[in-house]
């Protein structure tokens, strides 16, 4: 069993920046590739980033890649997502998620998932 918590949403002027964090609980963090998500009102879910377990691997979403990083650290059982240059149509709740078979684009195939955390963008 994987607990998560986001952290790091907020209110940002269009062009801003944020770090969201998503701490994990247990002792097996490396092994869970970890994706971040997001939901804007009225919309469904949809793949922002993930990462493998180790790091080495990362993809994003075309509406995101160039502005948006994924990082983890290990010891920290931490993923993270930089956003910067952001966008009014970043504005939506921004889960994170694990699951510990495959580095994936698809929701689907995650079985653990935080709470969410709200970012707005204002313009």
């Known amino acids: 069993q994987v607990q998560l918590v986001e952290s790091g949403g907020g209110l940002v002027q269009a062009g801003g920046s944020l770090r969201l964090s998503c701490a994990a609980s247990g002792r097996t963090f490396s092994t869970y590739a970890m994706g971040w998500f997001r939901q804007a009102p009225g919309k469904d879910r949809e793949f922002v980033a993930t990462i493998s377990g180790s790091g080495r691997i990362t993809y994003y979403a075309d509406s995101v890649k160039g502005r948006f990083t994924v990082s983890r650290d290990n010891a920290k059982n931490t993923v993270y997502l930089q956003m910067n240059s952001l966008k009014p149509q970043d504005t939506a709740v921004y889960y994170c998620?694990?699951?510990?078979?495959?580095?994936?684009?698809?929701?689907?195939?995650?079985?653990?998932w935080g709470q969410g955390t709200q970012v707005t963008v204002s313009s």
């Open positions: 998620a694990a699951n510990g078979r495959v580095t994936s684009v698809n929701q689907y195939e995650y079985d653990y």
